[in-house]
């Protein structure tokens, strides 16, 4: 089994929605994150919690929220979905700030 | 400010060696990640320099200059299944913000027979 899965894979929605994307981790991670992946734009960093208490925001988070439930779990809000956030999304964790980041099999999103 | 630049596609023939240069312009410097990214999968860590100096592991090699602010990863007996990005990440300084990976915006190589 995958040691860090998000659901869903794919998902099309329109202008205005609000759309959820979560992340679950076996790996016993403190560190999980949220990255945005667009053509010719590489990896940015959306937030970032260090555990359940800590969230941090990253480089580009206008128009995004989350929440994590527990250590395993990190979920990603668009509260109102539009069409810029159309782009590949992975969740990823690591064990400490300096240990290397695995990531999951990454949510296709596009607004319409 | 972050800016990693690396070239954005390259073209080796299997069995060569290939170089993937990545330099790097950062507010302070704490290590330097490469990562495999297949086509629509998710990226898988490589190496991690934190050092001056060449890091081994197989068929793979990472390279650091901090004082050049320079990184390469050479991929020697090129197989088919190498064709993918190679993405380049600076750690920043240690403190507040060190959690902040800056990625580059990858190099496609394709391996042609």
């Known amino acids: 089994d995958a040691d860090v899965t998000q659901t869903p894979r794919n998902r099309i929605t329109k202008t205005g929605k609000r759309i959820m994307l979560e992340c679950s981790q076996t790996?016993?991670?403190?560190?999980m994150y949220w990255y945005r992946q667009d053509p010719g734009l590489g990896l940015r960093l959306i937030y970032y919690?260090?555990?359940?208490?800590?969230?941090n925001k990253g480089e580009i988070s206008d128009g995004y929220s989350v929440s994590r439930q527990a250590q395993a779990k990190f979920s990603l809000s668009l509260e109102s979905a539009i069409p810029n956030q159309t782009a590949l999304y992975f969740c990823?964790?690591?064990?400490?700030?300096?240990?290397?980041?695995?990531f999951g099999p990454g949510t296709r999103l596009t607004v319409l | 400010g972050q800016n990693i630049d690396q070239p954005t596609e390259m073209t080796a023939t299997e069995g060569a060696i290939v170089q993937i240069n990545c330099t790097y312009q950062t507010s302070g410097f704490n290590g330097l990640f490469w990562y495999q990214q297949h086509a629509g999968e998710a990226p898988t860590f490589l190496s991690y320099n934190v050092l001056d100096g060449l890091e081994e592991k197989g068929r793979f090699s990472s390279f650091l200059s901090r004082s050049k602010g320079y990184s390469y990863l050479l991929l020697k007996e090129l197989q088919m299944k190498d064709s993918a990005s190679y993405l380049c990440a600076v750690r920043p300084a240690s403190g507040a913000g060190s959690y902040q990976l800056t990625f580059g915006k990858g190099t496609k190589l394709s391996v042609i027979p």
């Open positions: 790996k016993g991670h403190d560190r």
């Open positions: 919690s260090f555990d359940v208490k800590d969230i």
């Open positions: 990823a964790t690591s064990l400490t700030d300096y240990n290397e980041q695995f």
